[in-house]
């Protein structure tokens, strides 16, 4: 196997069980940790340090440990998430959020500067397009991470599937399952047995093992950066200091179309922090248990790596404006359905639907929001995708800040009221870049979409 291709499998493999791990603990945070909103507050300081990591640490870890010890390092703050949630509390959980949201920004960092730089590699050796080869390398590593989100919920599922101290559940406690919940009751409204501690500490035993074995991967069988490559890594590396960073990413908001994208950034961070946060607390656990939780987040994740791909291939023929149209229509609708519908175990079937349509829905925000990023800031994007991270994992931050604070009808009213302005907002936009080049063409401009939404993926 060539040496490149052989470490884009190893990076790939590596990202597949360490987001085993977190993302089936991310799903689980609301509803094993409910009590005082343990479980969300720490998903929303995720986020915020997220933020700030973002600005600055993976420039200076990158040029210090170089990417092989930057990834294998982050991936190590990703872990002591996993440690802190066996004795989880605000004295644990919290500062070990922290450390995992300024792990984030640089293993990204890295994982997308190394695959660059081997696909450069390659390109340069067999005398082909680098461009092509990075893309390649980039299909290659998303085809094999996204199915994380497949596995982590699953294996957690199947865990809690085994509890014996399930109970029955009264129609008197489904009442205060779904839109219309009940916040003063105790956190455990439903009457349903918590999981057992046992099960509990295999879970995360079995996620914390699946961290160490992603770092172990990396340690052993990821190459180091040649030092031939040495000048490629400096370029790719040459990236302005944290205040010339912090500065160029809120010059860049004198751009009316990047103020004017602002609530639809926002948007993806807070119907991505409902579903997790909300959706599979008030619907699934509250009216099916726990157990459930996992393979509703199984049918989200499914349906949104396929729509992506299928998306990110069709928007060539139908325009992203057709797609944000279809997108705004579908989550409206379930919006409204979430606030009509009483959860019931009977209708089992109507509690997978929402995930299904939901991953649809976000497969559209995520690769075509990147992609309009991408299209109209070609001349300045780190500045924008520097923006795209700071309002979209903002949204994400009030979501969760939030969650315990409102009724679920509430925060559906709030999600409605802000794809509304989105649309809005990005009706401008498309205005504006119609008014400004009427006769542009785009055709060179939509070949670029989805190497720009791989490559700013986080």
């Known amino acids: ?32 940790h409910s009590a005082e909103g343990l479980g969300v507050a720490s998903l929303s300081v995720i986020y915020a340090a997220l933020i700030l990591s973002s600005m600055f640490l993976p420039p200076l870890l990158i040029k210090k440990l170089g990417c092989k010890w930057t990834i294998a390092g982050s991936m190590c703050c990703y872990i002591t998430f996993s440690l802190g949630n066996f004795y989880a509390s605000w004295y644990t959980l919290i500062p070990t959020s922290v450390i995992l949201g300024l792990g984030g920004a640089p293993l990204w960092s890295a994982k997308c500067t190394y695959l660059t730089i081997a696909g ?30 497949i596995w982590g919920n699953l294996i957690s599922s199947l865990i809690f599937s085994r509890d014996s101290n399930k109970v029955e559940i009264s129609e008197k406690n489904l009442a205060c399952c779904g839109a219309y919940d009940c916040m003063t009751e105790p956190t455990n409204t439903t009457g349903l047995a918590e999981p057992s501690n046992s099960l509990i500490y295999t879970l995360l035993g079995i996620y914390t ?62 119907e991505q922090g409902f579903l997790s946060g909300d959706y599979t607390k008030t619907y699934v656990t ?8 996992g393979y509703a987040m199984i049918c989200f994740s499914a349906v949104n ?25 579908t ?52 500045a924008a995708f520097a923006n ?48 400004s080049s009427p006769g542009a063409p785009t055709a060179t401009k939509k070949e670029n979409v989805g190497a720009l939404t791989q490559e700013t993926y986080m």
Not at 6 to 23: D, R
Not at 337 to 353: G, N, S, T, Y
């Open 1 to 32: 196997m060539e040496r490149n291709l052989k470490n884009v499998l190893v990076i790939s493999f590596g990202f597949l069980l360490l987001f085993t791990a977190y993302g089936g603990l991310q799903s689980l945070q609301n509803s094993l």
């Open 120 to 149: 450069n590699s390659y390109a340069e050796k067999a005398g082909k397009n680098a461009k092509d080869i990075i893309n390649q390398y980039f299909g290659v590593f998303f085809l094999i991470f996204q199915s994380s989100g």
């Open 331 to 382: 989550n409206t609708a379930c919006i409204i359905a979430l606030l009509l519908w009483k959860p019931h175990p009977k209708q089992l079937a109507v509690f997978f639907v929402f995930p299904a349509l939901w991953g649809l829905s976000d497969a559209i925000w995520q690769t075509q929001t990147n992609g309009l990023y991408g299209i109209l800031f070609e001349k300045h994007k780190e």
């Open 286 to 293: 509250c009216a099916l248990g726990i157990h459930y939780v």
């Open 388 to 435: 795209y991270r700071l309002w979209e994992s903002l949204g994400f931050v009030i979501a969760f800040g939030y969650s315990t604070k409102l009724q679920v009808c509430i925060k559906l009213y709030i999600l409605l009221s802000v794809l509304v302005l989105s649309m809005v907002t990005y009706g401008a936009v498309e205005y504006l870049e119609a008014k």
């Open 305 to 329: 790596s396929l729509c992506s791909l299928l998306f990110g291939k069709i928007s060539q023929f139908t325009g992203r404006k057709l797609l944000f149209a279809f997108a705004t229509v």
């Open 209 to 270: 093992a699946s961290g160490v074995l992603a770092v172990l991967l990396i340690v052993i069988f990821l190459d180091q950066i040649k030092s031939e490559q040495a000048e490629t890594e400096k370029e790719i590396l040459e990236t302005p200091s944290f205040w010339s960073t912090f500065l160029a990413t809120f010059q860049h908001l004198k751009d009316k179309r990047q103020c004017l994208l602002i609530p639809l950034t926002m948007y993806s961070g807070f």
